[in-house]
């Protein structure tokens, strides 16, 4: 077998294994021997000739892990949607090429010691702007096996992704008899201090529910939900699946964009909803859009995805989703560049809300819309504003019956761990359900079914990530800046 061919399948393995590693696929806690088995392969490579080789690898990876997007192309350009799919492959692939050609350069310097600090760096900054898509962060990785979960309350998503790349690192040291293979007790020390004591946090049971919720899963398709021939059917269907519950309970919960329109443009549809609310006497939270008038923006209004909040017998209000998708929902530097405001990929043009908001059903909650809650920041924002639990509407149809769905519900789950919160979530197609603060499902649905839950929702307590993830990170941004300094200053050593 030649070199290059032989090179061409290591590429395409290492970035399968580390998609193994993203649940719910289940090699997620061996992501720091997978990791340290990259470090080996890259370690003998130039710092240009790591970068290219993860760079491919990388792409090879976002390939297995991102292929769902596609499915965006049924409702939307599918030319403009599989070329941006490319592009979007290709920047995320860039970090990755970024952490290898710093980890050649780390090893030609001796400065071993300084990659984890870069490596979380990097993946701070991937969290960063308005180009920010952090939904493959190492540390997700963990994510589906709960004693290793429990961690991340206290180091959060990059303080877990620190030590699964230090982890990587050591391993890489003992590999090539760099240090003594007796360094190995380290890690084994401290991933089963990491578990033994995850496991002790689950033990207990936690406490009784204090707000009894009912998910709404209408599985609406989404080739019809935004047809205009199909919004009475559409409404139709979501109402029968609301009649499926029984029973009293505090807080009804429907999807993002459950009303398929702008609330305003449906009064109609905006009282059912309201004669829900006053009917069962509990509170409804339900997603859909609204357009506010504002001669300074393009067509003279702002457009919004909205999360509408009915008590009995009062007025909705209204909270305005604050974390865009790029492309998806803004174009990046729109706000910079006023010309990008007529270009227009799919639902492109949406505003930014400016306000989290705390609401209250028997324990106090606040609205997520869909990808806000894959920022680490925003949930813990949450949980400092007194949230003891996140209620997360997402429309998951996008994707149809994919691993993206899955994805989302495992990152959804981290954050609200992390925090120290518990999870309800409802989504159009799934998955819907409701965990405790450890993580620990207490009810969940099947994908792609039209279905309801009711569940009790326990109180959170915010975590000691929750009151001060931000020192955290703050601490590993200046670490990471130092750690590039230091790398600067010192000189390869020869050989090396």
């Excluded at 401290?190 to 689950?202: C, D, E, K, N, T």
Aim: hydrophobic share 50%.
């Amino acid at each position: 077998m030649s070199p290059k061919i032989r090179e061409a399948g290591t590429i395409v393995l290492a970035g399968l294994a580390l998609a193994l590693c993203v649940p719910p696929l289940p090699a997620g806690p061996l992501v720091p021997l997978v990791l340290a088995a990259i470090l080996i392969w890259l370690g003998p490579k130039t710092p240009k000739q790591a970068a290219w080789a993860a760079f491919l690898s990388g792409y090879v990876f976002h390939l297995a892990t991102l292929h769902w997007i596609k499915d965006v192309m049924k409702v939307g350009p599918p030319v403009t949607i599989a070329l941006g799919l490319l592009l979007l492959f290709a920047y995320l692939s860039a970090f990755q090429a970024l952490w290898a050609a710093l980890w050649v350069q780390c090893l030609r310097r001796n400065r071993v010691w300084a990659w984890p600090f870069l490596f979380t760096g990097i993946e701070l900054a991937r969290g960063l702007g308005q180009m920010s898509f952090p939904w493959l962060h190492i540390g997700y990785d963990f994510g589906a096996n709960l004693p290793l979960l429990q961690g991340v309350s206290i180091f959060g998503v990059y303080g877990t992704g620190f030590f699964i790349a230090a982890t990587a690192a050591l391993l890489h040291q003992c590999q090539t008899r760099t240090l003594d293979k007796k360094w190995l007790i380290a890690p084994i020390v401290f991933w089963g201090i990491w578990v033994v004591a995850g496991s002790v946090r689950l033990a207990p049971s936690v406490g009784p529910g204090r707000m009894r919720v009912a998910l709404i899963q209408p599985a609406v398709s989404q080739t019809d939900k935004w047809d205009e021939a199909y919004f009475q059917a559409v409404m139709d269907k979501t109402f029968r699946t609301v009649s499926k519950v029984s029973g009293k309970v505090d807080l009804w919960v429907l999807p993002e964009t459950a009303l398929p329109d702008f609330w305003t443009w449906r009064p109609e549809i905006a009282a059912r909803f309201l004669m829900l609310s006053d009917t069962s006497k509990a509170d409804v939270v339900l997603g859909a859009l609204e357009a506010v008038p504002n001669p300074m923006v393009p067509n003279g209004a702002r457009v919004l995805n909205s999360a509408f909040f009915l008590r009995p017998h009062k007025a909705p209000v209204r909270y305005d989703k604050i974390r865009l998708v790029p492309f998806s929902e803004h174009l990046p530097f729109d706000n910079i560049l006023p010309a990008l405001n007529k270009v227009k990929l799919g639902q492109s043009g949406f505003s930014s809300g400016d306000t989290l908001a705390v609401w209250n059903s028997g324990l106090p909650w606040s609205p997520a819309i869909c990808f806000e809650q894959i920022h680490a920041d925003f949930v813990r924002q949450a949980a400092q504003k007194g949230a003891k639990a996140m209620v997360v509407i997402t429309n998951d149809g996008w994707f149809g019956n994919s691993l993206g769905p899955r994805q989302h519900w495992n990152i959804h789950r981290f954050h609200a761990v992390e925090n120290g919160m518990s999870l309800v979530r409802a989504a159009n197609t799934g998955i819907s359900g409701v965990t405790d603060p450890r993580g620990v499902v207490l009810a969940q649905t099947e994908m792609m079914a039209d279905t309801t839950v009711v569940a009790n929702v326990p109180e959170g307590a915010i975590s000691f990530y929750g009151r001060y993830g931000g020192w955290l990170e703050g601490w590993f941004w200046v670490a990471a800046l130092g750690a590039l300094g230091l790398l600067w200053r010192s000189k390869p050593i020869p050989n090396r």
